[in-house]
């Protein structure tokens, strides 16, 4: 049975046995130094900590608005494998190994020594933390790809930036875990006959098989995810002047379930690299200024802020333009009385007009309030012949 896949493997009693130091000093130290290194490693990750508590809050807080995304999913994928490494709790397993190993600075005759059941508990828990770490690779590459997809079609810029960048971290610092998790169980694993064995079947009659080489045992995960080959750079065609679109070329096809999104970034992709990425700068800026789109002339737009005159009031269209027009009337009569259209109204007979449509603007539909408006201007202003014409048209 693969004991490294089992998440409920209940661990061994902590048991010690006497162990003579006589022939025996270098490896103990070696122990004691390789379970003191391990266990500060793992305490000093708390940069990796803070972004897997951020991918498990972002995953929370979008979950309403991207639930359906291909992207968001595979970064939920990633939140469950995370909380997954965060459940074996290495630190306590490492502290609990080391407080039972003597100080190698000063050894005794005879020493206590923890059980072989223990330390295979340990390496079995690292293999199982080796397989974990690169599907978080995994998925955090996956990720990183749907969502640089986004950025580059300009869909959610922002929070895809946001994504884009706390995914990379994860990929970079579990890539280094990984390797780190590998070498610590190739130390490890020699030492493992420096312990007695308790005669306690654990975890099984049958046994555990611990690999020799952990990094042949992961096989095609540890070549192609966590150690990066020559010909994988080639082909990613990184240079310092990589862009995105170029990055994107270098891409597996079927990177993610929607088809549709990779076909028109690939259309896009060709474009920008046969019509943009491939000119010098002089003629790069040439191409952007030519492109300026066809020209449209537009009309000025008339604010009533203008000034008004005769016909201004023919343009009136809505009970909120003769309320404008009745404003800057009475303003231009407190200015200027030559400027205003009724000038040469009297001001009590201005303000009963005034005050008299005012009262009329919620009484009548837009259409009449207006035509009422500018035939009581006309007779107001001295214009009878003009509304005598309309209504002789009429």
């Not at 995994?138 to 749907?146: E, H, I």
């Not at 920008?272 to 020209?295: F, N, Q, R, Y």
């Not at 109204?345 to 009422?372: H, I, L, P, Q």
Request: glycine fraction near 4%; charged fraction near 30%.
């Amino acid at each position: 049975m693969e004991y490294w896949n089992k998440r409920d493997l209940v661990p061994p009693v902590l048991i010690t046995f006497k162990c003579k130091t006589k022939k025996s000093k270098e490896d103990i130290r070696s122990l004691s130094t390789l379970l003191s290194t391990a266990l500060q490693y793992f305490e000093s990750q708390n940069s990796f900590e803070k972004a897997a508590a951020y991918v498990s809050r972002f995953s929370i807080r979008w979950h309403n608005r991207f639930y359906n995304m291909h992207g968001f999913r595979l970064l939920k994928q990633l939140n469950q494998a995370l909380l997954r490494f965060r459940s074996v709790d290495i630190v306590r397993i490492l502290t609990d190994l080391v407080s039972m190993i003597p100080d190698g600075s000063y050894l005794e005759k005879t020493v206590d020594l923890p059980t072989r059941a223990s330390l295979d508990y340990l390496l079995v828990r690292l293999q199982g933390l080796t397989k974990l770490f690169c599907r978080i690779v995994v998925l955090s590459k996956n990720a990183t790809k749907y969502y640089v997809r986004f950025i580059s079609m300009g869909y959610f810029f922002n929070i895809s930036s946001m994504f884009l960048c706390l995914l990379a971290e994860v990929w970079y610092k579990s890539r280094d875990i990984c390797r780190k998790i590998v070498e610590f169980y190739d130390q490890l694993l020699p030492l493992r006959l420096l312990l007695a064995d308790d005669g306690k079947d654990w975890p099984s009659k049958g046994g555990i098989l611990l690999p020799d080489n952990l990094a042949a045992w992961l096989g095609s995960d540890w070549t192609d995810e966590i150690v990066i080959k020559e010909d994988q750079l080639e082909i990613l065609n990184l240079r310092p002047d990589t862009d995105l679109y170029m990055l994107l070329n270098g891409e597996e096809e079927d990177l993610s379930n929607s088809k549709k999104i990779d076909a028109l970034i690939d259309a896009k992709t060709i474009v920008a690299k046969t019509s943009v990425v491939s000119l010098p700068k002089t003629l790069l800026m040439e191409h952007i200024k030519s492109d300026v789109g066809e020209v449209v002339a537009r009309q000025p737009k008339h604010s009533m802020n203008d000034q008004i005159d005769q016909r201004s009031a023919d343009r009136l269209r809505s009970k909120f333009d003769v309320k404008k027009f009745l404003e800057q009337e009475k303003q231009k009569r407190k200015q200027n009385l030559s400027q205003a259209l009724t000038g040469k109204v009297n001001s009590a007979t201005f303000n009963a007009f005034a005050a008299s449509m005012m009262r009329e603007s919620g009484k009548m539909s837009t259409t009449d309030y207006v035509k009422t408006f500018k035939e009581e201007l006309a007779i107001l202003t001295g214009g009878e012949k003009v509304h005598s014409k309309k209504r002789k048209h009429k």
